[in-house]
């Protein structure tokens, strides 16, 4: 199977050269060629790369763009169908490539799932991924073991044509993932080891983490937009028949409050239903 290995890079001058040799002793036959993106580094990042010999397919970015961005450039330019996407920080057991790829003539993308006893994932972002990981389940109505992985295969063809909506920064693996699934393409979740990164993390917990949860709740009204709306209408719905009840059997209170947040929930429900009309007559 022809396989192009997509690698962005941004100051990665601890890990890109191991990265590179183990993908290099990888067994994948001959049709394979590696794509390396550097999104603006001003280490010797690019050096590094470059001393691993020509065969390696080097593009760069004059400025930083984001990881989305660099991941978008070098799929861009890949030459084969399926596509490998991994990091350089050497997180990832790159030797598991193979593994990936195999899976690739039943499915359309293989995910490596963080979720093997050697995961070393730092404890600061543990219960942000667990709650993203069982809002995305929810809203998807899948099981995700790991949403936003950056160690997948997938085919070149299905990830370009969500090219529009995939966001240039760290989201994007979250983003293809949460697309894939809302419109029914077959993805399977493969355990993997996550080792300590070498060098300088450039995950901001707090503010990625919000842009993560925002990018969930952009994605699924994208394509699904009764999972948004709906709950919050049923919510909205449940308040106003409380406080209802309240009044009848207490005989004061939340009377102009119950009709507000029962108008809101009328309100949330309709534009659920013309947004649900909307993007199943644009399908």
């Known amino acids: 199977m022809k396989v192009s ?34 999104d603006g580094s001003t280490d010797h990042t690019p050096e590094i790369v470059k001393s691993k010999g020509s065969g390696i397919k080097f593009l760069s970015h004059e400025t930083n763009q984001g990881y989305g961005a660099a991941l978008k450039t070098g799929i861009r330019h890949a030459k084969n169908d399926i596509v490998v996407i991994t990091d350089a920080d050497g ?15 039943e499915y359309d993308m293989v995910v490596g799932a963080r979720t093997n006893e050697i995961a070393h994932i730092p ?18 109505n899948r099981d995700i073991p790991d949403l936003n992985s950056g160690f997948r295969a997938i085919k070149k063809e299905i990830v370009e044509s ?22 029914g393409y077959k993805v399977k979740y493969t355990p993997i080891d996550y080792y300590k990164r070498k060098g300088k993390s450039k995950i901001h917990p707090i503010h990625d983490t919000l842009n993560f949860l925002q990018l969930i709740i952009r994605t699924i009204l994208y394509f699904d937009p009764l999972k948004v709306f709906l709950p919050i209408s049923i919510l909205f719905f449940t308040v106003s028949f409380f406080m ?40």
Not at 165 to 179: K, R, V
């Open 162 to 183: 969500f090219f529009h909506i995939l966001p240039n920064g760290f989201s994007f693996t979250s983003s293809i993932t949460l697309a894939m699934l809302a419109n």
């Open 244 to 283: 209802l009840f309240y009044r009848l059997f207490v005989g004061h209170g939340f009377g102009v409050t119950t009709t507000l947040f029962f108008v809101c929930g009328v309100q949330l429900l309709a534009i659920g239903m013309i947004a649900d009309l909307i993007d199943k007559r644009m399908k």
């Open 91 to 105: 997180t990832y057991p790159n030797h598991e490539i193979p593994k990936l790829v195999g899976d690739m003539n």
């Open 123 to 140: 404890m600061i972002r543990r219960p942000a991924k667990w709650f993203l990981n069982k809002l995305a389940a929810f809203m998807s």
């Open 5 to 38: 290995v997509v690698i962005p890079v941004y100051n990665e001058e601890n890990g890109i050269g191991a990265v590179l040799d183990e993908i290099y002793s990888s067994k994948f036959g001959k049709d394979f060629e590696i794509i390396v993106v550097d």
